[in-house]
């Protein structure tokens, strides 16, 4: 049956329609420790916001945390307690995982029935689906809310982001409001970070014809084409590893190499493996080429950035007794490990600072450390993404 974006993948579908209309079959997704850790989040958010409480460590055991990574759930998951502690007396109506489907055709959304998280089985071939973390009401405003872990989209405008246009306009239809409140809350260890916006009745209308833009654009075509871009790996397509724009690109490097996706015996699997270690370093030797080009000649990158040379300041600090006694007053004498680098230093000021209050303590440490002479300025020029003048 044919199979239309969900709205996590509604800006990858209008950069590239390819993995909708172009009759490949996608490969198997495979889970990585963030993707679990991600989901660990979002079951212990769901249950918070409808029980109060979350059996944490049978999450955690359940999606295999462990070590730092168990820590660092703790920690976030932490936050998103106090964060939903302090709304939950404000909501008149709440609801979590809420599916949608929709129908921009004749302008209507439903809540689907699923038999488990991300189940859109029961939708009909002309709707698009997708999942709102968190629905609520506070007064006469509904609010749709969506969790995203670590530094994935970290002050992304939601009234900008296709996935949060498309939350907004379902929960809106389906709950018959003419306005949302759309929200990005970014959580890891150093806190939660909310941006949000409101869609009004227009923005709503207009969120319909992009919808309906998208249906549009992915539906059968003749000759579908892939359009390569950095869209690719940006917005994380689906069937990269198997788009034949991949393999022609990795064909031209190295016409031997015949990657796929679809591993048939132990001995293929062992094949793909060399092949994989060359394309590794063709790539690598590519982007060295790249970069070299880009120290000459900026290249404009399509997304408002070109690539090109930047200078930058990194701040080092020396391990003196002094300074590791006086990142003790703060209480973050955990980040002395072999050497102390700043990034260390702001995670351990994350970790044991109350929400809102790292930024300041930050400040405080450094102009210590300035004081006692330990902190090195170091400048160095880079390859970067820099948005243009
Ligand atoms: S890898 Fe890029 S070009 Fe290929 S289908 Fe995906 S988005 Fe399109």
Redesign the pocket.
Known sequence: MRRLPTFSKAA?AA?????WN?G?AWPEQITSDAANFGIAVHRAAELLALWGTAPLDAIAEHYGLHGSELKRFHLTVGWVADFIRGEREQWSFAAAEVAFAVDPFVDESRILEQDGPRDYSRARPAELCGTADLVTVVGEQLIVSDYKTGRYKMGADPSADAQMRALGYAAARAYGYDSVEVRLLNVDEGGVRMTRRLLDVIDLATIRLELLGVVRDTGEVHNPT????S???Q?W????SV????QKTIAQINPELQLTADIRSPEHAARLREQVAVAKKALAALDTAIKEYAKRHPIPLGNGKVLGQQERTRRTIECTPEAVAALGRYGVSGAVESSVNMAGIKRAVKGVCANGQAAGTMRAIMAELEKLGVVKTRTYTTIAEIKRQ
């Open positions: 990858l950069k590239c329609a390819f993995p172009g490949i892939p359009k390569p871009g869209h690719c790996a917005q397509c689906p069937i990269a788009c034949p724009a991949t």
